[in-house]
């Protein structure tokens, strides 16, 4: 499928790439861009032939989405992911962060507590506290080079009547873990017994390496008070067509959902978005599957290089997602002196890990959905770096 090819993204206005944004984040415009979790492949061939056919045709007035949009959708989750995901249950907002948003209004009050799950993505922690909630920490356990969820911490967080939701990202990022079934369960069992809204924020579900298998949140939970956010943005490349599906079961929770996006009037149709949606859902598949071996090749492309030039950095390994959680606590820099290291001197804009909380300090993460040759130099670029410092 061409994974290989270079694509300059800087003709448009690419946040990952834009040198204003790498200056503002980075403090060096020529950084190799590797933060922002979209990826620098081109699309599946479906979406984009899709897309010019409907640019073609010259007339873009509103449109609803048909019932063909919705199959694909469903046919989608019942084929990859054996759920019978009900279409009734579907409903649209802009983006994963908008649903997350009006669902945390929805179901809490101001200064109630938001469960997350740190180290995690950061954005969790902006949307609770622009809302105007607390952040709540369940950090995850880092036990022998694997991270787990820490039940008992949870049980405790869960119990104060004070929290009234958990934001779950199922994977995980940026630590990659593919939550099994049985991890699940208890999440679902525990916060079932005292009444905690669970958000399942399950964007990175397509990207899941064998023999992992991503369970979807509501195929195990049924406790109506559950919702989960799903979107073709990060599986298909398609995240600037700002679209997002958020499932919810319960029908007044769903009704309430409606009535807050229509109230706010964001619930229109991007003809674009649709049309990109419903070729994704139902003729991107065998593209999915050529991406995620190319990832799969640079995670072992990555472990390898790491392992032969032994410069203090490993990978903690994925699970799912196409973002590499490097662990850098063998060279041992405070996290201000690593995200300074990483940007000025190794030339790299890989995110810090103290951006998803101070769990993740002594980490970053690398977005490795991109031509393997990146990668090769941005290693090459961290490499000369150490040896330079004499670490
Ligand atoms: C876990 C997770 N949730 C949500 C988002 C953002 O999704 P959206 O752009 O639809 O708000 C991202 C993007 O990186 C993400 O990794």
């Known amino acids: 499928m061409g994974f290989d090819k270079y694509i300059d993204r800087g003709v448009y206005p690419t946040l990952k790439w834009s040198k204003s944004f790498l200056t503002e984040y980075f403090g060096n415009p020529d950084a190799i861009p590797m933060s922002v979790a979209d990826m620098d492949f081109e699309a599946p061939p479906a979406v ?5 056919k409907r640019a073609a045709h010259g007339i873009y007035g509103y449109e609803y989405r048909p019932d063909s949009y919705f199959d694909a959708i469903v046919g989608w989750y019942r084929n990859r992911h054996n759920w019978n995901l009900e279409r009734e249950h579907i409903e649209s907002s802009p983006s994963i962060l908008s649903a997350i948003a009006i669902l945390i ?14 180290p995690v993505f950061f954005e969790f922690r902006m949307v609770i506290r622009d ?27 869960a119990a104060d009547p004070k929290n009234k939701m958990l934001v779950l990202c199922s994977p995980h990022n940026p630590v990659g873990r593919v939550w099994t079934q049985g991890e699940l369960e208890q999440v679902a069992e525990i916060c079932a017994r005292h009444d905690v809204f669970v958000i399942a924020d399950e964007i990175h579900g397509d ?3 064998p023999p992992h298998q991503f369970a979807p949140y509501l195929s ?6 559950e919702a989960a956010c799903l979107s073709p943005a990060k599986t298909f490349n398609i995240a600037g067509m700002v679209d997002a599906l958020t499932i919810i ?4 929770h769903r009704q309430q959902f409606r009535e807050f996006t229509q109230r706010y009037q964001i619930n229109k149709v991007n003809v674009f978005a649709s049309a990109a949606i419903e070729a994704a859902h139902r ?16 995670i072992a492309f990555i472990k390898a290089y790491l392992q032969q030039r032994n410069i203090g950095v490993s990978l903690i390994e994925p699970e799912g997602t196409f973002l590499a959680w490097l662990d850098f606590n063998g060279l041992g820099m405070d996290a201000k002196t690593l995200a300074k290291f990483l940007a000025q001197e190794a030339q790299i804009a890989i995110a810090p890990g103290h951006w998803f909380g101070r769990e993740g300090a002594g980490f970053a993460r690398m977005t490795i959905g991109c031509p393997r040759a990146t990668i090769q130099r941005a290693l090459d670029n961290l490499t000369a770096a150490v040896q330079k410092s004499g670490r």
């Open 131 to 157: 809302n105007r909630r607390k952040v709540v920490k369940n950090p995850l356990k880092f036990v022998d080079g694997h991270y787990e969820i820490d039940f008992e911490d949870l049980e405790r967080k």
């Open 48 to 52: 984009i032939e899709k897309l010019k």
């Open 220 to 225: 195990i939970a049924n406790n109506g008070n």
């Open 105 to 118: 209004n929805q179901h809490s009050d101001e200064g109630d507590g938001v469960i997350i799950q740190p």
């Open 207 to 209: 990207f899941v390496f």
């Open 283 to 298: 003729e991107g598949g065998a593209w999915l599957d050529e991406l995620l071996v190319y990832l799969q090749g640079n």
């Open 249 to 252: 079961p319960n029908e007044q």
